[in-house]
């Protein structure tokens, strides 16, 4: 774990960083543009929907181009999850970095929660997959997705939630010192 203090090297993490981000722009707008044919309803939605009877209104509403649309987005998805797995990992870890003491080592451990939480996507994406039409909504693969988007976005909060918080703590370090308390 300590060997994420000094590898990859400052420069080449900064590269995947902006290699991420510059990724998540673009899928970002393409999943953006498939939210549209989903209106009103998006993905996220649809990883929330948990039951069948709600994931059937959001598919009545959406017709056979938005199923496509989102069948579209899920997939697209796959592509996303590495994307923003590497990014938010970075973020962290240049945190981590930056801090010391307990509040190093729970960056280390939070760099790696966007990989763990690239497996919940995938995992959600099947489920939900597996329930677009021709298929119909069953309760299993709903309540699976459901579980896997809330952990996924609860890893993902976390990690970005420190990556805040460090360098907000890092500055009120400081400016404690400059009055010096």
Excluded at 99 to 120: D, E, H, I, K, M
Excluded at 131 to 136: E, G, Q, R, T
């Amino acid at each position: 774990m300590r060997r994420l203090l000094t590898a990859p090297s400052r420069k080449a993490l900064l590269t995947l960083v902006l290699i991420a981000l510059t990724c998540l722009a673009g899928l970002t707008y393409s999943l953006q543009a498939l939210n549209q044919v989903m209106a009103p309803h998006n993905i996220v939605a649809f990883e929330f929907a948990f039951t069948p009877e709600r994931a059937g209104q959001m598919m009545t509403a959406w017709g056979e181009v938005g199923h496509a649309a989102a069948r579209q987005s899920l997939w697209l998805d796959f592509l996303y999850m590495p994307a923003y797995a590497f990014f938010f990992s970075g973020l962290a870890l240049f945190a981590a970095r930056s801090a010391s003491g307990r509040w190093q080592t729970l960056g280390l451990w939070l760099a790696l929660t966007p990989f763990v939480a690239w497996a919940f996507d995938a995992i959600e994406n099947v489920a939900l997959l597996s329930v677009l039409p021709p298929a119909s909504p069953a309760p299993t693969p709903l309540m699976i997705a459901g579980a896997a988007a809330s952990i996924k976005f609860g890893l993902l909060s976390l990690c970005w939630l420190y990556t805040l918080a460090v360098p907000f703590m890092l500055w009120f370090r400081r400016w404690r010192r400059s009055l010096g308390t």
